[in-house]
């Protein structure tokens, strides 16, 4: 399987198909990202698209060896605070609209509370911290590739990342059985 970096270069060098690879590997995990960070399915859509028509419009600054998934990620997370700063747009608090799963039903709705009350948590963590928390536990990145795509020193993303997870311990203790679990 070609790696994402070579596909890349081959982006650069005018292959289409190599931007059809690239888009079909990562868009729904863009998306998901946005959207966990809008919490606006039709924002996140937006930004999803703007974010691979600014990944092409910048191919030609990508410099190798640099991993490209942190720099796509570089790319969503930037067009993201540019929306929140342009017209003075804020994030919205709404939770995310719920999808119907198989299986118990009395599980599959406390599932969602639990889901619910973790997504409002995340919602009251301070705007860094928030994006950390996504990037680490919902997009899997490592910590040096949130350092990447934040700018944060190494230091600072594990700082705010600990401070994160404590505060949404306590804002979600009393509510329920609804534990994070930290790991590695």
């Known amino acids: 399987m070609i790696s994402d970096e070579e596909l890349l270069y081959e982006l650069q060098k005018g292959h289409e198909s190599a931007l059809e690879a690239l888009v ?39 410099k190798y060896p640099r991993s490209f998934k942190p720099w796509l990620y570089t790319i969503a997370s930037n067009i993201t605070r540019d929306h929140w700063r342009s017209a003075g747009n804020k994030p919205t608090q709404e939770l995310p609209e719920e999808l119907a799963a198989e299986g118990n039903v009395e599980e599959w709705f406390e599932r969602q509370e639990n889901r619910q009350r973790v997504v409002k948590a995340l919602g009251q963590l301070e705007g860094s911290r928030r994006e950390i928390v996504i990037l680490r536990f919902y997009q899997d990145l490592t910590l040096a590739e949130i350092s990447q795509v934040t700018g944060f020193p190494l230091g600072t993303v594990k700082s705010r990342l600990h401070y994160a997870l404590k505060e949404l311990r306590e804002l979600l203790k ?9 790991g590695k």
Not at 43 to 50: I, N, S
Not at 52 to 61: D, I, P, Q, S, Y
């Open 24 to 62: 079909h590997r990562y868009h729904r995990q863009i998306f998901a990202y946005l959207y966990r960070v809008t919490h606006n399915y039709h924002l996140a859509e937006d930004l999803a698209q703007e974010t691979f028509w600014r990944m092409c419009k910048t191919v030609k600054l990508y």
């Open 174 to 182: 009393g509510g329920g059985n609804c534990e994070i679990q930290v």
